[in-house]
Structures are given as C-alpha cells and as structure tokens.
C-alpha cells in the first residue's frame, strides 16, 4: 500500500496538539495518514512495506529514586530493544526504571497510547536519542495518535531540546 507523505504543517489534523504544536516550526517532518488498527510497528511496517530499520519507537520510561518519579522518552530503532533497567537507569540516576504505566504515559503526553511520540512531550523530560537512530537519515516515528505516522531525519530528533545521543541498547 502507498503511503501519501505531506508537509507535517500541511496535516495538523493527523496530530495531537502538543505534536501540532510542535512542529508548527519544525521543518522536514511529514505526516501520512494510516489505518489505526495497524499503528503497531510490526503491522504497520508489514502492511505498508516500511522496514523495521526505518521505523523508530518512543518508549517511555518512569525513573524512581527517593519517592520522586521522573519520566524520560527513549528513541530506539524497532529492531532494537531500549536496555531500561541498565543503560537507562544509570543515565537517570534512578533506583529504579520501568516502562511508564499506559495510563500515565498517555495522560502526561496527551497522546494516544501506540503513537507517541518525542515531538511535544513536556519540557522538563529528557528524550534519549539511541546513537542508530540520531545517524538514520529518516525515520517513521508516531504523531500522537494511532491514525497517522511522521517521518524526520534522525539529525531532527538528536537536535530537539532536552536530546541526548547515547547507545541505548544493553
């Protein structure tokens, strides 16, 4: 199936707000509209023949230490897997690091869980940019919601304030 990419500016109604928000001045990034039910990677790329190796997951993450939980997004490849209790936990300089509750992660995103995404997170989070992704010349990353898909340069996510390049894999 062909994928119709447009300027993400062009396709605000493919957004979530804080992504609309985002990249309202933000060049290079475009947005394509999907069939929802196959917002999963796996689905997504089987169906609409992306591969795995362009296509890059937002997981977030809850960093505990001292009864205070932060949370922090991590951008790997989907053929990778983000090393959250190692590498992340150290990076954080928490106790202890897990997965964010879907609940949580979808409230303090005000994204749809399955599309979120680095652009429009809030402010204080810190977006850990895994070194494969920060080097790939574009990516298919989520919009906020499970409708649609954007695509950047891995350049564009590196660059995003509160980024850090780091090797995020175990």
Known sequence: MTLHWAPATDRIDLLADPVAQAVSNMDGVEAVEIDPDLADTAAFCEKYGVTLEESANCVVV??????????????????????????????LEARKASFAPM???????????????????????????????????????????????????????AGLKRAEVLSLAG
């Open 62 to 91: 809850a960093a505990k230490r001292g009864g205070e939980t932060r949370y922090a997004a991590c951008m790997v490849l989907a053929t990778m897997r983000v090393d959250v209790n190692g590498v992340v936990r150290k990076h």
């Open 103 to 157: 609940a949580d992660a979808v409230e303090l995103t005000g994204m749809e869980y399955g599309g979120i995404t680095p652009l429009g997170l809030p402010d204080d989070w810190p977006i850990l940019v895994d070194t494969h992704v920060a080097e790939h010349p574009r990516v298919v990353i989520g919009s906020g919601l499970r409708r649609s898909k954007l695509a950047v340069s891995g350049a564009t996510l």
